[in-house]
């Protein structure tokens, strides 16, 4: 059963703590990518990577950190540099490239405190 | 920013009318997509239609796009309450040299039985 999976579904931290949430794949996509989205707000992009142990920043990159050393996973931490943290996270992955379609995985909400 | 916008913010019909929702670019692309998300969860891809394109359909989907206005629609016929989610149109941008998609405002559709 391929697809893309995050975890937990629900975080909650207290401020001044760094979290690190979960993103697998099993799609074998080359690609994948982290999302924060705020209420009625759309997707801005944190981090890419295009392949195992490269990753570019995106628009919204500060205080956040990522790692690639396997293709199937991409975890995010939230470091405690981020000011306002408490949102919606979407991992997404797809095959390298932006003609291709992103499957996302159903996304973890955090709340800090 | 390459960030699409689409017009309008929420639109509430009937269940059996048709919802068209639009969506403007700034740059020249090679695709645009359209996903779906359902309150609270990951997004779903649609439809994805290529610059040399003009119009293309999936099922109760027909989606528009016109490079020379930087602008695409999405259509849903004989919309079902079950099509109550937000629509996002997510766009490439070869001139960065970035692999990776912009994503829009939404559109957050309401079908009413």
């Known amino acids: 059963d391929g697809g893309i999976t995050q975890s937990p579904k629900y975080l909650f931290r207290k401020e001044g703590q760094n979290v690190t949430l979960s993103c697998e794949q099993n799609?074998?996509?080359?690609?994948m990518y982290w999302y924060r989205q705020d209420p009625g707000q759309g997707l801005r992009l944190i981090y890419y990577?295009?392949?195992?142990?490269?990753?570019q920043k995106g628009d919204i990159a500060e205080g956040y950190s990522v790692s690639r050393e396997k293709k199937e996973s991409f975890p995010l931490t939230v470091t405690s540099a981020q000011k306002n943290p408490t949102a919606f996270y979407l991992c997404?992955?797809?095959?390298?490239?932006?003609?291709?379609?992103?499957?996302f995985g159903p996304g973890t909400r955090l709340t800090v405190t | 920013s390459q960030q699409g916008e689409e017009d309008p913010q929420a639109l509430s019909i009937q269940e059996g009318e048709n919802a068209t929702m639009n969506c403007s670019y700034k740059?020249?692309?090679?695709?645009l997509q359209w996903y779906r998300q359902n309150s609270g969860r990951g997004l779903v891809h649609l439809i994805l239609?290529?610059?040399?394109?003009r119009e293309k359909h999936s099922g109760r989907l027909r989606v528009t796009l016109d490079t020379s206005k930087k602008s695409s629609s999405l259509l849903i016929t004989a919309s079902r309450a079950a099509d109550t989610a937000s629509y996002f149109c997510?766009?490439?941008?070869?001139?960065?040299?970035?692999?990776?998609?912009?994503f829009g405002t939404g559109t957050r559709l309401t079908v009413i039985p």
């Open positions: 239609i290529r610059s040399n394109e």
């Open positions: 740059t020249s692309i090679n695709n």
């Open positions: 799609l074998n996509h080359d690609a």
């Open positions: 997510a766009t490439d941008a070869p001139q960065t040299g970035a692999n990776n998609l912009f």
């Open positions: 997404a992955s797809s095959t390298a490239g932006g003609e291709y379609e992103q499957y």
């Open positions: 990577s295009q392949i195992v142990n490269d990753f």
